[in-house]
């Protein structure tokens, strides 16, 4: 499938954070994406209510979209260090890639 029909179906209409239809999570990762570059898997599920994000990552790449994926180690908010997390980001990898929650 190409890239327009990916995004008729993550249509960010749809990407309120109550709505936990496959469809909004994957607009609400466009959405970040287009407005950040990036989200880890940490802040997918905290910022943006998708608590499987590999699985909304997977099938955005089905769709078309050119997302990669770098492992890092990061400290989330209750101050617990985390090694191998995922971070997702469309271009160039981020220059602070040390990212936190």
Same mark, same amino acid.
């Given at each position: 499938?190409?890239?327009?029909?990916?995004? *008729?179906?993550?249509?960010?209409?749809?990407?309120? &954070?109550?709505?936990?239809?496959?469809?909004? =999570?994957?607009?609400? &990762?466009?959405?970040?994406?287009? =407005?950040?570059?990036?989200? @880890?898997?940490?802040?997918?599920?905290?910022? &943006?209510?998708?608590?499987?994000?590999?699985?909304?990552?997977? $099938? &955005?790449? $089905?769709?078309?979209?050119?997302?990669?994926?770098?492992?890092?180690?990061? @400290?989330? $908010? *209750?101050?617990?260090?985390? =090694?191998?997390?995922?971070?997702?980001?469309?271009?160039?990898?981020?220059?602070?890639? $040390?990212?936190?929650?």
């Amino acid at each position: 499938m190409g890239k327009n029909k990916a995004d *008729q179906q993550a249509s960010s209409k749809n990407s309120h &954070l109550n709505n936990t239809s496959v469809h909004a =999570q994957r607009a609400r &990762l466009l959405e970040r994406f287009h =407005q950040v570059g990036s989200v @880890t898997t940490i802040a997918a599920r905290n910022d &943006l209510n998708i608590m499987m994000p590999a699985a909304r990552v997977k $099938e &955005l790449r $089905e769709l078309g979209h050119p997302i990669k994926t770098h492992r890092i180690t990061m @400290t989330d $908010e *209750q101050g617990r260090t985390h =090694q191998g997390v995922a971070l997702y980001y469309i271009g160039a990898l981020p220059a602070d890639s $040390e990212v936190r929650a």
